[in-house]
């Protein structure tokens, strides 16, 4: 599966954004999709992940309540609106898709496809 992340953008603290990730070629529907993120100097890590079904979603402790995961299977799309952004959220962010369960998707070696990341920078 091929995706394309999109969305990302400069934002003043305490604002939002919604990330978008669209999928083609092998059936988006049956994968779990995440997010991870990787800031200057750091390590990727996961920030969030979504069953094939979007009925079960998981987060990462620090985006727990700002972020919601979403998809849409009939449009192929994956989604992640973030709410009240800090300035440690800027990252690129970058969607992925995993044949792992949902359920414990959280490790970058879990997700086969990834798309190409998106920079998400809050300012202060």
């Known amino acids: 599966v091929q995706l394309q992340a999109s969305g990302g953008g400069l934002v003043q603290a305490g604002g939002s954004l919604r990330l978008s990730c669209s999928a083609s070629?092998?059936?988006?529907?049956?994968?779990?999709m995440g997010w991870f993120r990787q800031a200057p100097g750091k390590e990727r890590e996961f920030v969030a992940a979504i069953s094939w079904s979007g009925g079960s979603t998981y987060y990462l402790d620090s985006v727990k309540g700002r972020y919601t995961i979403s998809r849409d299977n009939a449009k192929n799309t994956l989604y992640l609106q973030m709410n009240s952004l800090k300035p440690e959220d800027t990252a690129v962010y970058y969607c992925?898709?995993?044949?792992?369960?949902?359920?414990?998707?959280?490790?970058?070696?879990?997700?086969?496809?990834w798309g190409q990341g998106t920079q998400v920078t809050v300012s202060r």
């Open positions: 992925a898709a995993s044949s792992t369960s949902a359920s414990i998707a959280r490790m970058i070696t879990q997700y086969a496809y």
């Open positions: 070629g092998r059936t988006f529907s049956i994968y779990t």
